[in-house]
């Protein structure tokens, strides 16, 4: 089936630094969500880019379809940045049905 | 913003036992789904809906029921609950199309002893 692969599994950052995660998919004919899970458990959507680059504060996603990845780059660290990052893929057809990376565990220190 | 709510937020029952997952989204969306998430697993869909009545499955759909009794209401059935469905359940909601957004509860952890 389609499998999404991330990396790294987690990161230690310092506030301010940058950092940027990978995800790897299967699939060509997909789309790119990526996820923000944190620390107690609850999940926001932070972007969904089906191809090329998108920004949203200080998240830059970008998703090459025809190499079959994606990245997800945070300028400027913060605490409140610390959980989990999840990256998920899904076909181009109608409906949402995601197949889910494990995650990248980020955590940020002052 | 959307609201997906979830209940319970815990849940704790015995192997053997009956237990209802209950889901409830107040924009109207025609999607919903359940996903389970697992230590070393990825969310792993178990089954999801387009519209009231309608139940189509996911990815792991073994040992669990669903039902979409109305637009904003969806249910996980666990009938003979398993310690290998021990889990942390996800339900969540989007609109039609194929950039939407998913919306998610909260969760609910459930414990099956």
């Known amino acids: 089936g389609q499998q999404v692969q991330q990396s790294p599994a987690s990161l230690v950052l310092q506030e301010g630094e940058n950092a940027e995660l990978q995800c790897n998919f299967s699939s060509t004919a997909t789309r790119l969500q990526w996820f923000y899970q944190r620390p107690g458990g609850s999940l926001v959507s932070l972007l969904s880019n089906p191809s090329g680059t998108k920004h949203t504060g200080r998240l830059t996603s970008t998703t090459v379809t025809k190499e079959r990845r994606g990245s997800l780059h945070i300028s400027s660290s913060q605490i409140t940045d610390s959980g989990t990052y999840l990256c998920a893929m899904g076909p181009n057809s109608a409906g949402n049905k995601l197949t889910f990376g494990i995650g990248t565990r980020v955590l940020v220190r002052p | 913003e959307a609201a997906v709510t979830q209940s319970p937020r815990n849940k704790v029952t015995v192997t053997g036992g009956n237990v209802t997952l209950s889901c409830r989204q107040t924009n109207s969306h025609n999607y919903m789904y359940w996903y389970r998430q697992d230590t070393g697993h990825g969310l792993r869909l178990i089954h999801y809906?387009?519209?009231?009545?309608?139940?189509q499955i996911g990815d792991v759909p073994d040992g669990y029921k669903a039902t979409r009794t109305t637009q904003e209401d969806f249910f996980l059935l666990l009938e003979l609950a398993s310690p290998s469905q021990t889990s942390l359940y996800f339900c969540?909601?989007?609109?039609?199309?194929?950039?939407?957004?998913?919306?998610f509860g909260a969760g609910t952890r459930l414990s099956v002893l």
């Open positions: 969540a909601s989007s609109e039609r199309g194929r950039q939407n957004t998913l919306y």
């Open positions: 809906s387009y519209g009231a009545g309608n139940l």
